[in-house]
């Protein structure tokens, strides 16, 4: 158990390199709030600080240039991954994530998260955007230390313009472009909790597609000619390119408007801005010459800007050389704010704070790990052996074009065990191994969402789209038809169950019913609603995501569920006109 005791320690400040250092005693009344910045799909290269001319960020640059910037900061190759070691200090696979999707996203409910000790040592904690590690409860992210949740837990949604969300579990309507109705509950809860320290998580949801930005960022790219393009052979989407910089330029405008709030209400000497990306680029596009992007173990897929910025004492314009990653977060920032982490569980991050106050600091080796997809990469300070066991001189070939495994023998036989060991010793699931059910009726929650993405369809049922996360269930056409879900009922209860559907008119009547173990609810869809396919005119390049409807609630009733694990089935008794009804959703409420 590892524990840091609240800071009634020295600080070494540095106000600058021409000024004798000062000491600053952070006491009890002054604990540091943190606002914690994660843009989705953005690589390293998609900011004017990291030297592209295409776009300008100056509020994200801002954070660097006011504060500390790693220069060589490591994340995981996909979503979920990155964000369950951002929030737990472990590596992903240590924690239960080797997907982005129907579970596999999920992190264990024993680890330990950085909100839960923020929110134990008195902290007021709220998350706004993608969460991406779970959507029932105990794995939601109420349950998971964040007292205010508002977004959609989801790997990537369908539209950006007042889309479908939820409020703490409960379906509400979003309002206007999602990542500035993110920022505006962000600046809302900072104007809530100025006189209280506070910890809000901004999980943003671009530039991941679709690639939709409002025309006032989109009119700034669309006949623009990019002068910084993709380096290698691989072909570039410079529409795809410039879609994803105006969705930037738009995250940069809304960090900007959070910095003006805490100018505003006096909280920028006391607030932790925090700024990464949680992979690389989602497209081949200008990324300082390295090999890789999304989804890829090398360079490029897992190197991501790192700025934070504590106005007053964070000495600014530090840079640091020294590798480090998501997984250092919080130890890091529990160190910061003079928190205790307990847990069985040890960390495999590390605990910054002394580098970022003196950047000369000489830390022990160490090696930071990525892994995704059957595909394991080490990096060391100076050197990366990839998944094929070539190594790579990272000083002076960031685009991995030379392969030195041959002259560096000892050193990458090394590594190469290092890599087998820490497989054998944090690969604990996979698909086929993976027995966690669904979760339904958590004693503390009101609300679990049982949504078609984690669903199984049957007969002629298919999915809108090959990727699960925002799609639905579609093309119903006998009463042989069925949809299950592997659900475990926590507890018993007993639940109104409310059903999102589109259905054509023709089909009216539709008799549906639901049951779990020997429970059972029947129902009958009535009221025709037969809205079109939208998404496509907002997307500025074609999607390669399920495009979504309006899908209108009804309850269908209440049922009684006992405790235990079985098939939650949803079949048809009853079609009308040859055709059933589309399915997006089933939202459970504990009505006792």
Same mark, same amino acid.
């Given at each position: 158990?590892?524990?840091?005791?609240?800071?009634?320690?020295?600080?070494?400040?540095?106000?600058?390199?021409?000024?004798?250092?000062?000491?600053?005693?952070?006491?009890?009344?002054?604990?540091?709030?943190?606002?914690?910045?994660?843009?989705?799909?953005?690589?390293?290269?998609?900011?004017?600080?990291?030297?592209?001319?295409?776009?300008?960020?100056?509020?994200?640059?801002?954070?660097?240039?006011?504060?500390?910037?790693?220069?060589?900061?490591?994340?995981?190759?996909?979503?979920?991954? #990155?964000?369950?070691?951002?929030?737990?200090?472990?590596?992903?696979?240590?924690?239960?994530?080797?997907?982005?999707?129907?579970?596999?996203?999920?992190?264990?409910?024993?680890?330990?998260?950085?909100?839960?000790?923020?929110?134990?040592?008195?902290?007021?904690?709220?998350?706004?955007?993608?969460?991406?590690?779970?959507?029932?409860?105990?794995?939601?992210?109420?349950?998971?230390?964040?007292?205010?949740?508002?977004?959609?837990?989801?790997?990537?949604?369908?539209?950006?313009?007042?889309?479908?969300?939820?409020?703490?579990?409960?379906?509400?309507?979003?309002?206007?472009?999602?990542?500035?109705?993110?920022?505006?509950?962000?600046?809302?809860?900072?104007?809530?909790?100025?006189?209280?320290?506070?910890?809000?998580?901004?999980?943003?949801?671009?530039?991941?597609?679709?690639?939709?930005?409002?025309?006032?960022?989109?009119?700034?790219?669309?006949?623009?000619?990019?002068?910084?393009?993709?380096?290698?052979?691989?072909?570039?989407?410079?529409?795809?390119?410039?879609?994803?910089?105006?969705?930037?330029?738009?995250?940069?405008?809304?960090?900007?408007?959070?910095?003006?709030?805490?100018?505003?209400?006096?909280?920028?000497?006391?607030?932790?801005?925090?700024?990464?990306?949680?992979?690389?680029?989602?497209?081949?596009?200008?990324?300082?010459?390295?090999?890789?992007?999304?989804?890829?173990?090398?360079?490029?897929?897992?190197? #991501?800007?790192?700025?934070?910025?504590?106005?007053?004492?964070?000495?600014?314009?530090?840079?640091?050389?020294?590798?480090?990653?998501?997984?250092?977060?919080?130890?890091?920032?529990?160190?910061?704010?003079?928190?205790?982490?307990?847990?069985?569980?040890?960390?495999?991050?590390?605990?910054?704070?002394?580098?970022?106050?003196?950047?000369?600091?000489?830390?022990?080796?160490?090696?930071?790990?990525?892994?995704?997809?059957?595909?394991?990469?080490?990096?060391?300070?100076?050197?990366?052996?990839?998944?094929?066991?070539?190594?790579?001189?990272?000083?002076?070939?960031?685009?991995?074009?030379?392969?030195?495994?041959?002259?560096?023998?000892?050193?990458?036989?090394?590594?190469?065990?290092?890599?087998?060991?820490?497989?054998?010793?944090?690969?604990?699931?996979?698909?086929?191994?993976?027995?966690?059910?669904?979760?339904?009726?958590?004693?503390?929650?009101?609300?679990?969402?049982?949504?078609?993405?984690?669903?199984?369809?049957?007969?002629?049922?298919?999915?809108?789209?090959?990727?699960?996360?925002?799609?639905?269930?579609?093309?119903?056409?006998? #009463?042989?038809?069925?949809?299950?879900?592997?659900?475990?009922?926590?507890?018993?209860?007993?639940?109104?169950?409310?059903?999102?559907?589109?259905?054509?008119?023709?089909?009216?009547?539709?008799?549906?019913?639901?049951?779990?173990?020997?429970?059972?609810?029947?129902?009958?869809?009535?009221?025709?609603?037969?809205?079109?396919?939208?998404?496509?005119?907002?997307?500025?390049?074609?999607?390669?995501?399920?495009?979504?409807?309006?899908?209108?609630?009804?309850?269908?009733?209440?049922?009684?569920?006992?405790?235990?694990?079985?098939?939650?089935?949803?079949?048809?008794?009853?079609?009308?006109?040859?055709?059933?009804?589309?399915?997006?959703?089933?939202?459970?409420?504990?009505?006792?």
């Amino acid at each position: 158990m590892k524990k840091f005791p609240f800071l009634l320690i020295l600080i070494i400040l540095i106000t600058s390199c021409k000024e004798k250092s000062q000491a600053v005693k952070i006491t009890e009344s002054k604990k540091p709030n943190i606002i914690l910045i994660m843009s989705d799909d953005q690589g390293w290269g998609d900011l004017s600080f990291s030297g592209n001319s295409n776009l300008k960020t100056p509020n994200i640059d801002a954070l660097a240039t006011n504060g500390v910037s790693f220069e060589n900061f490591y994340v995981q190759p996909v979503c979920s991954p #990155t964000r369950a070691e951002l929030l737990t200090g472990r590596y992903a696979t240590r924690s239960g994530v080797y997907s982005t999707s129907e579970g596999g996203e999920r992190m264990n409910i024993d680890e330990t998260t950085l909100a839960e000790v923020l929110k134990q040592a008195g902290y007021r904690t709220a998350a706004y955007g993608k969460w991406h590690n779970g959507m029932q409860p105990p794995y939601h992210p109420n349950a998971r230390g964040f007292d205010d949740y508002y977004g959609f837990t989801s790997g990537h949604w369908g539209n950006y313009f007042s889309p479908m969300l939820e409020h703490n579990g409960k379906i509400v309507k979003g309002e206007g472009f999602l990542v500035d109705d993110l920022t505006n509950h962000g600046i809302q809860f900072i104007e809530k909790n100025k006189e209280s320290p506070f910890f809000l998580y901004l999980p943003y949801n671009t530039p991941h597609g679709p690639m939709q930005v409002p025309d006032a960022y989109w009119k700034n790219f669309k006949d623009k000619d990019l002068k910084m393009k993709y380096h290698g052979d691989e072909k570039e989407d410079e529409n795809y390119s410039k879609a994803a910089l105006a969705m930037v330029e738009n995250i940069d405008y809304n960090v900007g408007r959070l910095s003006e709030t805490l100018k505003d209400l006096d909280l920028e000497q006391n607030t932790i801005i925090i700024y990464l990306s949680d992979n690389g680029p989602n497209g081949y596009r200008w990324n300082g010459g390295m090999k890789g992007k999304k989804g890829s173990t090398d360079e490029g897929g897992v190197r #991501t800007p790192f700025f934070m910025q504590w106005k007053g004492t964070i000495p600014s314009g530090t840079k640091i050389n020294t590798i480090a990653g998501a997984i250092d977060l919080l130890p890091t920032l529990t160190t910061l704010t003079g928190s205790e982490y307990a847990s069985s569980k040890p960390l495999d991050g590390i605990d910054l704070s002394s580098l970022i106050f003196d950047n000369t600091k000489k830390m022990a080796d160490r090696i930071i790990i990525n892994h995704w997809s059957n595909k394991t990469s080490i990096r060391t300070q100076n050197y990366r052996l990839d998944h094929k066991n070539k190594l790579f001189d990272m000083i002076n070939d960031h685009g991995q074009t030379a392969d030195i495994s041959s002259i560096n023998k000892q050193l990458t036989d090394s590594l190469i065990k290092l890599k087998s060991n820490w497989l054998s010793e944090t690969l604990n699931l996979t698909a086929e191994t993976d027995n966690r059910a669904i979760t339904l009726g958590h004693p503390d929650y009101v609300y679990t969402q049982i949504p078609a993405r984690d669903g199984i369809p049957h007969g002629n049922i298919k999915r809108s789209n090959r990727w699960p996360n925002c799609s639905f269930f579609t093309n119903w056409k006998s #009463t042989e038809d069925f949809i299950t879900w592997d659900v475990e009922v926590l507890v018993n209860g007993t639940f109104e169950v409310e059903l999102y559907y589109t259905m054509k008119p023709e089909n009216s009547g539709f008799k549906i019913e639901l049951h779990h173990g020997n429970q059972s609810l029947s129902s009958k869809i009535s009221e025709p609603h037969d809205p079109p396919l939208t998404g496509m005119e907002n997307d500025r390049v074609i999607r390669t995501q399920s495009y979504v409807k309006d899908f209108k609630p009804q309850i269908l009733g209440t049922i009684d569920l006992k405790k235990g694990r079985s098939l939650l089935t949803l079949k048809a008794n009853e079609i009308v006109g040859g055709n059933g009804i589309d399915v997006r959703l089933l939202m459970f409420k504990r009505v006792e």
